[in-house]
């Protein structure tokens, strides 16, 4: 890049594309102030280009490869979701010599390897500030702890089941729940990703391969779904003062370490027994330091755009 305009394209305008879109057309001045240069948004990729939107005024195509292949473009923005076409596009618009900010935990915790080896390769930047715990700088975070042997990692890394045991337990039921969460657009574009755990597991396992330095697969995570909880089960919690949340947790063991996500009952005047709605809490104790906590929105377009954007204002800085 010189220090002329840094051009982006979106792959996606969606719940999350769309949020990027209209914060490029509300705060243009913001951002091109902290990159130090002109940022601007070219164009963005969809399914259905006669789908109504509230994304600002970026023209949209429905072909992504013209998002690739655009001169204009240094910078692509994945928020499809998902391994396909999502996969083929990252790793294209990597060798086509763009740098890639994703939001797409599914991708990045199953891919880690092929991707940083495709960046790497290209010696273009891969972001995903974006895939854990949204606009908490978690990935951030991790990344500075690389002299601390961790211990144990816990916390509540999706927004749709925080939000739904909170309503359950305030007496919605469980489909009223989830309908909210999808409405607020806090759920997966299948959300059985996040009541069955999926997107815990995606989540907690880039947390740990960052952690660790080595691809930890999220096949490793043992899985149990939100599904099981009855209702009475929340009522029965909040009489021992307890409240369910669906932990993540990743215990780092001598030889091997234990992840899990599920429903778990925890103190109702915890951290994570406190939490509503989209919030997401993390907790890691390690050696060098005994307990580090972040908070924050988890989900949301919003909340996702506003860690898109700093990973791509890093890019525009970083590159100037
Ligand atoms: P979404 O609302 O379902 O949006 C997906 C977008 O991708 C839509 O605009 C869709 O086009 C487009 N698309 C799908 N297939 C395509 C294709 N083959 N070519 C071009 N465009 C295609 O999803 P989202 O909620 O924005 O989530 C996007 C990603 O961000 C996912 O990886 C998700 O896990 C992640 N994420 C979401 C959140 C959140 O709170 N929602 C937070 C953090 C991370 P149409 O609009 O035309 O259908
Ligand atoms: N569906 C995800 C959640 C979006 O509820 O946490 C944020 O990654």
């Known amino acids: 890049m010189s220090d002329g305009p840094v051009g982006v394209g979106l792959l996606g305008l969606g719940t999350v594309g769309s949020a990027v879109g209209r914060a490029f057309a509300d705060r243009s001045r913001r951002i091109d102030a902290a990159a130090g240069r002109p940022v601007k948004l070219v164009a963005a990729a969809v399914r259905d280009a006669q789908k109504p939107r509230e994304a600002g005024d970026v023209p949209v195509t429905t072909d992504p490869h013209s998002i690739l292949e655009d001169p204009e473009i240094a910078v692509v923005v994945e928020v499809i979701g998902g391994t396909d076409p999502a996969g083929e596009l990252v790793h294209g618009a990597l060798e086509n010599g763009k740098h890639v900010v994703t939001a797409n935990k599914e991708l990045v915790a199953k891919d880690w390897n092929a991707l940083h080896e495709s960046a790497r390769h290209a010696r273009r930047e891969l972001r995903f500030e974006a895939a854990v715990a949204a606009a908490v700088p978690v990935v951030a975070g991790m990344r500075t702890l690389g002299a601390v042997r961790p211990r144990v990692l816990r916390g509540l890394l999706n927004g749709t089941t925080t939000y739904i045991c909170s309503r359950m337990e305030a007496g919605s039921s469980f489909e009223e729940a989830l309908a909210q969460a999808t409405a607020a657009g806090y759920a997966e574009a299948d959300p059985s990703n996040d009541v069955d755990g999926h997107d815990a597991a995606y989540k907690l396992a880039i947390l740990i391969s960052i952690l660790e330095g080595r691809h930890y697969h999220p096949d490793n995570v043992r899985r149990t779904s939100l599904r099981g909880v009855a209702a009475g089960g929340f009522s029965a919690a ?18 091997a ?5 599920g429903p778990e009952e925890v103190p109702a005047d915890s951290l994570e027994g406190q939490a509503a709605g989209p919030m997401n ?3 890691l104790e390690s050696d060098l330091v005994p307990r580090l906590v972040w908070s924050g ?8 755009a506003s860690a898109i954007l700093g990973d791509v204002i890093a890019i525009a800085r970083a590159r100037g």
């Open 297 to 304: 929105p988890g989900a949301g377009g919003d909340a996702t």
């Open 281 to 283: 809490v993390i907790t």
């Open 257 to 261: 370490t234990k992840a899990r996500v």
């Open 238 to 255: 909040a009489a021992r003062a307890a409240r369910i949340r669906y932990l993540a947790v990743a215990d780092f063991g001598d030889r």
